[in-house]
């Protein structure tokens, strides 16, 4: 979509325009999604984050000046109430919930056909989940965003509002984090 | 960080390896009657009314990291704050500087200032506008201003003296005292709270102390003396650029030469009445706001009995705080006239009480001197509390009592019912006083027939025993039911009667009897409890008790003899030797085995010189000889 199409849309989202939300939301919800869940892994309720995420975000757009692209300020937003998120999780100890089975239940892939194949990829990503919820939650995000997302540490930087050498170190250590904890689990 | 660390990190195959598991976690997917569920509730929640919070959360965050209003925000906050700061730190005026009392006449004026007040009472203080800078006060002969500077700070302006109050705030108290004494209380200071006395050619720095400083002008000496006496804590001492510091105990001269020796105080020079008086007139402890005073009673010849308000208050001199209003004072000795004063105490002031006692010529005839035939002491010398009052303890609780510290003296009460060896009367009347505290701490009448109810659906006989234990102590002790405590202890011995209360039952059922009046039923009591359990380590309490029943009230000499005499053979470590000593000895005078009776009192002499019973076994001596 074009820069244009998506300012004539912000604006009517803050003139309260329904439709013009509607838009956004589907213009948008995906990307949300993805990040959100993976930056938070299945211990969350990922739906309702998704809609605290957009409701922060329809009530914040009149801050929204165009000093970055909208797509960087929608990830700003969602970073921002993910990290909320594993920082509320941090102090208050939740224990890690694993993933639900109705989610795989309805997803497109019939992986009831192919039981082991299921527990398989389930004790995989319990395993990353757990190396990632062992890093700090800024580290955490920008693990997430460059090798799950695909950011460059440019885009990262522009995101977090954080020096471009704050992101490199973050990921560099994350990275080793991550590394150590799975060479101990036999995963690397 | 360097640069090349994070590429080096990069082309390792251990981070590429990571980088692929990492890209191969994927988010399930989500189908479209899950978005649309999603849609709908995300569109439900955006159509509710938004809260006061929802509606300014995202605007206060915006606004929050925006440089052009957390700037001056945060100058202003700072601002506000220095300025709250520089107020508190420096204000003038501290509302807890006040004149407590003034004895005699003490003259007033400001620093420098012609017009001079003369204050002869608290009240004509009013008419002094402020007196917390640059402002002096002189007392005259037998006179003395005492002044509250803070919660826990007090001073004695002692009679001929002159003190330049420089400034009294919340952080600094500095006083000139350019002639005569101080007797200072300081509470603790803080780090920048400083409390100093400049005295010609010294001063005297302190953190939170108790201190006199003497300013003399004595006749051989070359300049103006200052005598630091410390009595608690440290103050450090300055004179012409010299420095030291004078200890609890010490007391040390200057002048403007230097310092002289510090020497030790001794126990006499210590003005404990007068420093005890300012720690009442600082000390805390009001819940019920009410308001207090304190009265200062003095007689001649001094050790008289105090009774304010028909409750002993001690021997004089005596120092105790009162509420404010009208008390009767009665001072009394023996051998000489009862004395009853009326005070008038007034709000955190002293009043004092100074009595002579007249020789009493009824009195005076019957003493021990004038009789032929030694007898027993006359009934005033052996009464409770004439005695109880020699035991300090029996008087500290007495001020507890008086200064509405009820819990605190009944602890004391307890120890000394249980513990020290006092005669039955005694006992009972240190009872009394613990179930007047006791009423006064709360209802005890809900706690007792819960305990009845619990009583009733118990069907173990521990259980029980408890129970009835706990009812007579609390019908005992806390409501003054000695009935239904006796009912209960009866009970308690039918139901148990080797049971583990068994012991203290028979002992305390003997206490609540007595105070019933019931001598033989308690004298039975005692007697079933020497048969039952002679091996009870408490045995030489009911040895003691059961005998002082015979001998007081029921009149049997020889029988307490012979039970003073086992108690003295068979307990030789128990802390009633030296009252039964005294008590045989008694007994003996009344037999008339007047040198039996003497060679007991002389052993109770011996065994405790300074004890309960030595000045009265003094005087006994002296009679049988």
């Given at each position: ?31 949300v ?6 930056s ?94 062992r ?36 990921l ?17 | ?62 606004a ?7 700037v ?69 002969g ?50 920048n ?8 050619g ?30 608690e ?26 310092f ?16 005890s ?16 005073g304190?009265?200062?009673v ?50 955190d002031?002293?009043?004092r009480?100074?009595?002579r ?28 509390e ?18 509405g ?5 009944v ?32 209802d ?27 009812m ?13 405590a006796?009912?209960a ?10 049971g ?17 009046n ?27 008790s ?64 300074e ?15």
């Amino acid at each position: 979509m074009e820069n244009n199409q998506v300012s004539v849309l912000i604006q009517k989202c803050i003139e309260n325009n329904r439709m013009a939300q509607h838009e956004i939301f589907h213009l948008y919800k995906q990307k949300v999604y993805d990040l959100s869940h993976r930056s938070l892994g299945g211990s969350f309720d990922i739906d309702d984050v998704v809609q605290q995420i957009f409701i922060a975000l329809f009530n914040s757009l009149r801050h929204f000046k165009g000093m970055s692209s909208f797509d960087t300020w929608v990830y700003r937003i969602t970073v921002k109430v993910c990290t909320t998120q594993l920082r509320k999780k941090y102090r208050k100890r939740q224990p890690q919930i694993l993933f639900d089975s109705t989610r795989i239940e309805n997803g497109q892939e019939d992986i009831r056909s192919n039981p082991s194949k299921l527990l398989e990829e389930k004790e995989f990503k319990r395993i990353i989940y757990q190396a990632l919820s062992r890093l700090s939650p800024e580290k955490r995000m920008i693990v997430v965003m460059h090798e799950m997302e695909n950011k460059t540490l440019e885009e990262i930087s522009q995101i977090l509002k954080k020096p471009l050498g704050t992101v490199k170190s973050r990921l560099f250590h994350g990275r080793k984090a991550l590394e150590k904890y799975l060479r101990g689990c036999g995963t690397l | 960080m360097k640069k090349d660390a994070l590429k080096q990190q990069e082309q390792s195959a251990s981070i590429q390896r990571l980088s692929t598991l990492l890209k191969e976690v994927k988010p399930p997917l989500k189908n479209e009657p899950e978005w649309a569920v999603l849609e709908s509730n995300l569109f439900t929640t955006l159509q509710k009314p938004r809260t006061f919070h929802e509606k300014y959360q995202a605007s206060f965050f915006h606004a929050f990291f925006n440089p052009i209003i957390i700037v001056p925000a945060t100058a202003l906050l700072f601002i506000v704050v220095a300025v709250l700061s520089y107020r508190f730190n420096n204000s003038q005026i501290d509302p807890f500087a006040r004149v407590v009392s003034i004895r005699g006449t003490v003259l007033a004026s400001t620093t420098g200032g012609n017009k001079i007040d003369t204050l002869t009472g608290i009240d004509s203080f009013a008419k002094i506008p402020d007196f917390r800078k640059n402002f002096v006060f002189r007392t005259l002969g037998n006179s003395t201003l005492i002044m509250q500077l803070d919660q826990g700070s007090v001073f004695e302006l002692s009679q001929n003296s002159i003190v330049s109050i420089k400034e009294i705030n919340r952080r600094h108290l500095f006083f000139d005292l350019d002639k005569g004494s101080m007797l200072v209380k300081v509470s603790k200071r803080l780090k920048n709270q400083k409390f100093i006395i400049s005295t010609p050619g010294a001063s005297c720095s302190v953190v939170g102390t108790i201190f006199k400083v003497d300013v003399r002008n004595e006749a051989n000496a070359t300049s103006v003396q200052t005598v630091l006496t410390v009595y608690e804590g440290k103050v450090k001492f300055t004179t012409g650029g010299q420095l030291m510091y004078v200890a609890s105990g010490q007391t040390c001269r200057a002048d403007k030469n230097g310092f002289g020796t510090i020497n030790a105080i001794s126990e006499l020079e210590t003005p404990i009445k007068n420093i005890s008086a300012l720690e009442l007139l600082v000390s805390h402890g009001n819940p019920s706001g009410a308001k207090y005073g304190l009265v200062d009673v003095t007689t001649q010849p001094e050790q008289a009995l105090v009774i304010i308000d028909d409750s002993l208050a001690g021997k004089a001199p005596l120092l105790a705080r009162k509420t404010i209003g009208r008390h009767s004072i009665v001072m009394s000795s023996h051998g000489y006239e009862t004395l009853e004063k009326t005070v008038e105490i007034g709000e955190d002031s002293i009043s004092r009480v100074s009595a002579r006692l007249e020789k009493n010529a009824v009195n005076g005839r019957i003493t021990l001197h004038h009789v032929k035939q030694p007898s027993f002491p006359s009934p005033a010398v052996l009464q409770p509390e004439s005695t109880l009052v020699a035991v300090p303890e029996y008087v500290e609780a007495m001020v507890q009592l008086t200064i509405g510290e009820y819990q605190k003296a009944v602890g004391i009460l307890d120890s000394l019912k249980d513990n020290q060896p006092i005669d039955m009367k005694s006992r009972m009347s240190i009872m009394k006083k613990i179930n007047g505290c006791y009423a006064k701490l709360g209802d005890f009448k809900n706690a007792s027939e819960r305990l009845e109810e619990k009583y009733e659906k118990s069907s173990a006989n521990a259980d029980k025993e408890n129970l009835l234990w706990e009812m007579a102590n609390i019908k005992a002790n806390c409501m003054g039911d000695y009935q239904g405590a006796e009912m209960a202890l009866v009970e308690l011995l039918v139901i148990a009667p080797a049971g583990i209360r068994a012991h203290d039952a028979y002992g305390k059922l003997a206490e609540v009897q007595y105070m019933l009046n019931k001598s033989e039923s308690a004298a039975a009591t005692y007697r079933e409890h020497i048969k039952k359990f002679p091996d009870d380590p408490d045995i030489d309490k009911s040895l003691f008790s059961l005998a002082n029943i015979l001998d007081n009230d029921t009149h049997n000499c020889k029988e307490a003899l012979v039970l003073y005499t086992k108690l003295i053979k068979t307990c030789p470590r128990s802390g009633y030797i030296e009252a039964s000593l005294f008590a045989r000895a008694g007994c003996l005078i009344k037999l008339g085995k007047f040198a039996e009776a003497q060679n007991d009192l002389k052993k109770c002499l011996e065994k405790a010189p300074e004890g309960m019973w030595s000045p009265v076994c003094v005087q006994l001596m002296k009679e049988l000889r």
